[in-house]
């Protein structure tokens, strides 16, 4: 099932990452990760300086679930826009029309259990910085993610606009 996660006050703001992974950090740590259609603002810039593996010219960063878990875990970073995607395997290259994308895709809306990456086990879509979307395909990790967030809603299908 696909939740979506808009209009609550158990973030501080929406999409803010480190929050949003709380209820399955072990799951994470499991996966690999890729990030595609990535926009951000670091918000300890100034104390901390830039984060080496985000890169905004770059199509798809890599992650081990390490490398991001310690990123979400020691940075404040608010995703405008970006689709995280955890797979068991290391996707290694994707074509032009494979690459996930949150920005003008009306798929999110009118197909909204469909996976942007079939291979991924949990997706996380950041959207326009106003909502936050997940999926997860382990129904005991979407149990306790759910408990946490209880704002969160079934995403429904929408038209196309």
Known sequence: MTHILENT??????????EVIKPFKEELKSLNW????QEYIL????DKGVVEKLDHQSEIIHFNG????DILENREIQFIWGVFCGTK??????NQDQIPYADMNSEIWTLPDKYLLPE????????D???????????EVEKRWK?????????KKKNAS
Not at 34 to 37: A, D, G, K, R, Y
Not at 89 to 94: D, F, P
Not at 120 to 127: A, K, L, R, T, V
Not at 147 to 155: G, P, V, Y
């Open 147 to 155: 408990s946490k967030f209880t704002d969160a809603k079934k995403l």
């Open 129 to 139: 910085s106003s909502c936050t979307i997940i999926k997860f395909k382990d129904l």
């Open 34 to 37: 890729i990030l595609t259609n």
């Open 66 to 69: 390490q490398e991001l878990l």
């Open 9 to 18: 006050k158990q973030l501080e703001f929406h999409t803010d990452m480190g």
């Open 89 to 94: 395997k290391r996707i290694e290259k994707l």
């Open 43 to 46: 918000l300890d810039y100034k």
């Open 120 to 127: 991924s086990e949990i997706e996380i879509i950041c959207f």
